[in-house]
């Protein structure tokens, strides 16, 4: 693994960006449940259920998952309803492993990245991407495309790792966060891979800072709910 370029995550170019985010994941796909379970003692599941109990679809309805990493996200959402499922990921490697856990022929898998979505404009009713923004090589290009692909009456769900308002609870993060590299090492013996994971938190935009992107991009109406005081938001956009 590159470790300057982790290092110096914020001031690479887009190409590399996109070469370091493809080699990590593909080094951590079969261990990516596993991990995500150990980093964050099990909370996601609960982020990821109440980011989806907020998801309005019905059989009708057409939706994207960008960043479907290993299908958690599209998993929760066909419990809802028997929709139209796009499953979007840049990585084969991941994709592999949420062809395992999901077998329906509700959802396409699609291989692409989020700044090149190859869909027609105004398809999607709801467009979803949880934890994987902070990846992407370009963040205002991925906006407009998912603004595009949004149709007029559509909505766009994100649920990313933000910005803490806590002081106890960003210190006892600080000092969590340093930890986590370790635990990459002793169970995936992998601890670069968790050193980028770390340091694309600390480079991601704020609530504010995010919010600001989404209109930016086009979006008239964004709303955003913070999950334990800003560890995590969840940002919802409409045009
Ligand atoms: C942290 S995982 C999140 C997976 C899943 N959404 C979840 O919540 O568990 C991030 C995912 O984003 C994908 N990814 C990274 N950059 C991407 C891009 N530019 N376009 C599409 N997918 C990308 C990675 O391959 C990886 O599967």
Redesign the pocket.
Known sequence: MNSSLINKLKNISEKEK?FL?QKI?SKVSKKYDLM?DVMSLGLHRTW?SYFVDLIEINTESNVLD?????G??IKLLMKKAAANFFS????KD?QTQAKKKINDKNVKFVNA???KLPFEKKYFDVVTV???MR???NINK?LSQVFAVLKDSGTFYCLEFSQINNKILNNFYQLYSKLIPTYGGILVNDSDSYKYLIKSIENFPNQVELSKKMKDAGFKKIEVLDIIDGLASIHIARK
């Open positions: 996109q985010v994941f995500n990821k960008i960043a479907s990493g290993s958690d996200i979007l990921d840049a990585n991941m990245f989020a700044e949880s934890f994987g990846n992407f090589s991925s």
